[in-house]
């Protein structure tokens, strides 16, 4: 079994692209290969023992019984083969994580034909179980991957393999798509306090500031609104049938918070773990924050978009680990 496994593994470096592809890929014939698999080894040997033995006695069934079974052997080597030929595959990237956590890719597999395509065997990593899926025919099946993210920066899809023991399990049909697809890691977060904020000097009306400001009325919730800040005694009235109601304060200074750089410190990933722990804490509390590096500075501000924007500096930072 070693030694299958090892032909198969240096197969693959030949045969692997060198780089990843924009669109949906098309399997065609030459990029699908094909060998026996464990079974098929023991099947073809335990054929040559029955024609060995057919030859030997003279026996014109065992003959026709031999040939039958060889047969059904190359069958199902073609239907391994058609099994993958045809298929379309894409992949895009999905929502940004933090390093340590599992980045998700989705893919989209199409299949042009009326034949179903059962068995379908997906992996992107050596240590990564296969995962399943049956393909109708004439259908458009999605998959999601999950990789670990090691690191901050961009994560690439790595080359994926496609393989296909249908219907015998006697071969191994397999190709190696590699669609191009990345997603973001953020830094892994360092929880910390928050560092001191200031005074901007100006008023308005921003929400949470009870005991600073006085009350000035409410408006519709909003996004990146904290759920504290929600008059829940006015949507209880309202039964559900209208959208919530957020209390609104003026009348105080609004309280600006600066995340600087050279308010961390240690190595670079630490500082950028310490800013990125900052950066949620300072949105879950619903205050206006900016962010400042060394030559690059966000503009204090809050929100979904804002955090984000945040993160993504952080993550993009100069240094990061290919």
Known sequence: MQPLASLRQGLARLIRPRRPETGPIRLGRRRIYILPTWAGLLYALTLVAMLLGAINYDLALGH????????????????????????????????????GELAHFRLQVQNPGPSPRPGLEW??????????????????????LALEAPRRGWLELPPLKLASRYPLGLFLAWAHPWPAARCLVYPKPRFTPLPPGRQSGHSGAYPGREGQEDFAGFRERQPADSPRHVAWKAAARDAGDKP?????????????????????????????????????????AGLDYGLRLPRQALAPDHGTAHRQRCLQALALYPGATP
């Open 123 to 144: 992996s992107a990593s050596p240590r990564q179980p296969m995962q399943l899926q049956h393909l109708p025919g004439n259908d458009t099946g999605h998959l999601d």
């Open 64 to 99: 026709a019984l031999v040939f039958l079974l060889v047969s059904l052997g190359l069958v199902g080597m073609l239907h391994a083969h058609k099994n993958l030929l045809g298929l379309e595959i894409s992949a895009q990237g999905r929502e940004a994580v933090h390093a």
């Open 244 to 284: 919530l109601l957020v209390k609104t304060f003026s009348g105080g200074a609004r309280e600006e918070l600066w995340l600087e750089w050279e308010d961390t410190s240690g190595d670079t990933e630490e500082r950028l773990s310490i800013l990125a722990g900052w950066v949620m804490d300072a949105e879950g």
